[in-house]
């Protein structure tokens, strides 16, 4: 009975609305047609108010995002993501196909290990005036080997046709390629997954562009 009543309690995303870990969960539970709250973690106000005691009790990394859901609170966007997909119907976000699910975790993994990390804000700050050139080249360094992966890959999304944590990692990542001034247009496998996976209204409805705490010059 415990247990049942936590899991019609709506989930908590403490996140910010340009974080792409952060996006990551917004678009997970777009895709699923999970309701939650959100509470903003302004990792610019206040010095980043993700760095308080009061955010560290929930993610000891003082980081975005923290989720709390059915009772625990999770604090890693891809651990997350497989949470919500074993735990909630809809659209599977990792395929049942071994091969293909492998390659969806190949290609978030080289995205949220291998590229975000390096270019995220904790990491830019302490590079300082410098922090545009080091970010284009992780983040093409990324692209680079991420390109002839896809190729193999993709067919309409990242593995196959159907949506999975994949896309859901690419899309964030391509946004802040072009905040980074990357071009784009020299991944062209890249460029098309993203396109199409923008148009998609679980993409939509979670941007960057239309969440509670966006600023207003930055709504859409």
Same mark, same amino acid.
Request: aromatic share 8%; net charge neutral; hydrophobic share 40%.
């Given at each position: 009975?415990?247990?049942?009543?936590?899991?019609?309690?709506?989930?908590?995303?403490?996140?910010?609305?340009?974080?792409?870990?952060?996006?990551?969960?917004?678009?997970?539970?777009?895709?699923?047609?999970?309701?939650?709250? #959100?509470?903003?973690?302004?990792?610019?106000?206040?010095?980043?108010?993700?760095?308080?005691?009061?955010?560290?009790?929930?993610?000891?990394?003082?980081?975005?995002?923290?989720?709390?859901?059915?009772?625990?609170?999770?604090?890693?966007?891809?651990?997350?993501?497989?949470?919500?997909?074993?735990?909630?119907?809809?659209?599977?976000?990792?395929?049942?196909?071994?091969?293909?699910?492998?390659?969806?975790?190949?290609?978030?993994?080289?995205?949220?290990?291998?590229? #975000?990390?390096?270019?995220?804000?904790?990491?830019?700050?302490?590079?300082?005036?410098?922090?545009?050139?080091?970010?284009?080249?992780?983040?093409?360094?990324?692209?680079?080997?991420?390109?002839?992966?896809?190729?193999?890959?993709?067919?309409?999304?990242?593995?196959?046709?159907?949506?999975?944590?994949?896309?859901?990692?690419?899309?964030?990542q391509v946004y802040n390629a072009e905040r980074f001034k990357v071009?784009?247009?020299?991944?062209?496998?890249?460029?098309?997954?993203?396109?199409?996976?923008?148009?998609?209204?679980?993409?939509?409805?979670?941007?960057?562009?239309?969440?509670?705490?966006?600023?207003?010059?930055?709504?859409?």
């Amino acid at each position: 009975m415990h247990l049942s009543f936590l899991s019609l309690a709506k989930p908590v995303l403490h996140g910010y609305f340009r974080s792409s870990c952060s996006w990551r969960v917004r678009i997970a539970f777009a895709l699923k047609g999970v309701e939650y709250d #959100q509470v903003p973690v302004n990792l610019i106000r206040d010095g980043g108010q993700q760095l308080t005691q009061e955010y560290k009790t929930l993610n000891p990394m003082q980081q975005v995002p923290a989720v709390e859901i059915d009772g625990i609170t999770l604090s890693q966007s891809l651990a997350v993501i497989q949470y919500i997909d074993e735990t909630r119907p809809g659209p599977r976000l990792l395929p049942a196909d071994p091969k293909k699910r492998a390659q969806v975790r190949m290609i978030s993994d080289l995205i949220a290990s291998g590229i #975000q990390p390096l270019q995220n804000l904790y990491v830019i700050q302490k590079i300082g005036a410098e922090k545009m050139q080091w970010s284009q080249h992780f983040i093409d360094r990324g692209f680079q080997a991420l390109e002839p992966i896809l190729k193999q890959t993709a067919g309409k999304y990242c593995v196959g046709d159907e949506i999975s944590m994949a896309d859901i990692c690419l899309v964030p990542q391509v946004y802040n390629a072009e905040r980074f001034k990357v071009d784009v247009g020299q991944y062209p496998t890249i460029k098309r997954l993203n396109q199409a996976l923008l148009e998609i209204e679980a993409f939509k409805v979670s941007h960057p562009s239309r969440q509670p705490d966006t600023p207003a010059d930055l709504c859409a």
